[in-house]
């Protein structure tokens, strides 16, 4: 969602065993940058929503959310002011398949294998960090955090 210069954006790590899975975006944005899944959240949308969509969107994997590691603010090298709002994921169903336009390649290692990657590889790298830092430290909320979308 766009609104006076401000992107909300939804994102997750999507765990398995001790590996976390990552993708390589070739957007105008981010060329070939390594993140985590994850986009925009649409007007009106459930922010728990958005997450799931969109990792299924570039990852073809559907996820179940089993908790957050945060919201995170920040100005983004587009210099956008973005609230991004990051999940941990856990694959319930499909097979890992990249057909979104701009996702190149995608891999799983292991959340402390990270650290070894150059800043310039990464999109938005203080911010992957941080995630990152919390991943590590088990600085994990529960899910339950979030509240279901108010109706009108």
């Known amino acids: 969602m766009y609104?006076?210069?401000?992107?909300?954006?939804?994102?997750?790590s999507i765990m398995n065993d001790d590996e976390v899975l990552i993708i390589r975006e070739n957007k105008p944005a981010a060329v070939n940058k390594w993140t985590f899944p994850g986009g925009h959240i649409d007007y009106g949308?459930?922010?728990?929503?958005?997450?799931?969509?969109?990792?299924?969107?570039?990852?073809?994997?559907?996820?179940?959310?089993?908790g957050t590691t945060g919201v995170y603010n920040f100005i983004s090298s587009t210099n956008n002011q973005v609230i991004l709002f990051h999940f941990i994921g856990e694959i319930t169903a499909g097979r890992l398949k990249l057909e979104e336009e701009g996702?190149?390649?995608?891999?799983?290692?292991?959340?402390?294998?990270?650290?070894?990657f150059q800043k310039e590889d990464l999109r938005e790298p203080q911010l992957l960090k941080q995630i990152i830092d919390n991943l590590l430290k088990e600085e994990v909320y529960p899910i339950s955090?979030?509240?279901?979308?108010?109706?009108k």
């Open 3 to 12: 609104k006076e210069g401000i992107v909300l954006v939804a994102t997750a």
């Open 45 to 66: 949308e459930d922010i728990l929503n958005a997450a799931q969509r969109e990792v299924k969107e570039e990852t073809g994997l559907d996820i179940k959310l089993i």
């Open 103 to 116: 996702i190149t390649d995608s891999m799983w290692i292991k959340v402390d294998d990270f650290a070894k």
């Open 145 to 151: 955090l979030y509240n279901e979308k108010l109706s």
